[in-house]
């Protein structure tokens, strides 16, 4: 990462994504396919008979070689050559070309080339990246109340006065048309925030039959979305024969032996992205991670929640702030609830760090 954002505030450093610095493999095949995503897959052989498969997933990129004898599909080990976070905790989209170029990959002796076009059109369908180094992205996974949502939007448009609330609305099954909206309540599928822009572009935008990706990305001075789930994520852990079954609120207080809380939360994520080096850009990125921190946190602690025990985390989801207070004015309120957690004793719930 090369980018020069001055004073960071706290949001600001974590998880700034672009081209990674990975040592090329230099390896030439002499063919390789591949696709799919979640994870993103794809096959090669030498010359000489090895094979070399790459894996994305979660974010991380994964290049393995297996020796031309050994069955990749059955108990072989192969010897991994990179492995890597380089995205977005949840990612899992990347083209052939991409992979073979953060690998350093090369067929029958020429590079796969990917013009700015055809990654366009790809991110049409998917969500590909730019890795080729000249964007940054910005990416926030949260869980938020409908309060703390509606909160940080509305300090989004009193700190940017020439933002657009925009609403995503699908027709035909592909066509991607966009709906002005006053607040964030009316947006089904998250809020696309579109920043400057002439009134000529948000008209032809507003007015178009099918907005690509690379149409709306050029109409404003910048963009984001803040996709937020409208599924709360009281979900059932499991579906016992009974009707109505038992929330997970009850089933933890079940194992447990005591009433547990679990706050009524939506799962999302804030994602915008920005030149590399732009000066612009960084302004525009130190002013947004101002406003997130000032409605999100991440400082948390684990809680074992048979013994009580009291653990500090990192954790990859940023809590809208409100959740402090809610959990803090009763016992046994947390964020979310696991029956399982790393190495930690039996079901564990996370919540805002306590303090005193």
């Known amino acids: 990462m090369t980018v020069d954002f001055g004073a960071k505030p706290s949001s600001l450093a974590h998880m700034l994504i672009t081209r990674p610095h990975i040592t090329p493999l230099d390896i030439d095949l002499a063919e390789i396919n591949g696709g799919s995503s979640h994870p993103a897959q794809f096959e090669g052989r030498t010359r000489e008979g090895q094979r070399i498969f790459v894996h994305y997933r ?13 069955d990749p599909a059955g108990s072989a080990t192969g010897k991994t050559l990179i492995e890597a976070r380089i995205g977005p905790p949840l990612h899992g989209n990347m083209l052939l070309e991409q992979a073979c170029d953060l ?19 790809a991110a049409d369908e998917a969500d590909i990246l730019d890795w080729s180094g000249r964007t940054t992205y910005w990416v926030r996974p ?50 696309t925030l579109a920043f400057g822009g002439s009134a000529a572009s948000l008209d032809r935008i507003l007015t178009s039959d099918h907005v690509s990706v690379r149409d709306l990305a050029e109409a404003f001075r910048q963009t984001a979305h803040f996709g937020v789930s409208r599924h709360r994520l009281r979900r059932f852990e499991v579906r016992p024969a009974v009707d109505p079954p038992p929330s997970l609120e009850e089933q933890f207080s079940q194992i447990v032996g005591r009433p547990i809380g679990l706050a009524d939360v939506m799962n999302g994520t804030l994602t915008t992205s920005v030149a590399t080096n732009s000066p612009e850009g960084a302004r525009f990125l130190s002013e947004l991670s101002t406003v997130f921190d000032a409605h999100f946190a991440r400082d948390v602690e684990m809680v074992e929640l048979k013994t009580a025990t009291v653990s500090t985390a990192s954790h990859e989801l940023w809590y809208s702030r409100d959740l402090i207070d809610w959990c803090a004015d009763a016992p046994d309120r947390y964020i979310e609830a696991y029956r399982y957690f790393d190495d930690m004793d039996g079901p564990v719930g996370w919540r805002p760090r306590r303090t005193g």
Do not use: M, N
């Not at 979660?58 to 050994?70: E, K, M």
């Not at 990959?105 to 059109?121: C, K």
């Not at 703390?148 to 699908?170: K, S």
């Open 58 to 70: 979660g974010g991380c990129l994964r290049v393995t070689r297996y020796d031309a004898s050994a």
């Open 103 to 121: 690998a350093g990959l090369t067929v029958q002796g020429q590079p796969l080339e990917l013009s700015d076009e055809a990654r366009w059109r």
């Open 142 to 191: 949260v869980v938020t109340t409908e309060e703390g949502e509606r909160a940080f939007v509305e300090a989004l448009v009193r700190r940017f006065p020439d933002l657009h609330l925009l609403d995503i609305a699908w027709h035909d099954y592909s066509k991607r048309r966009y709906l002005r909206r006053s607040s964030v309540d009316g947006c089904k599928y998250g809020a």
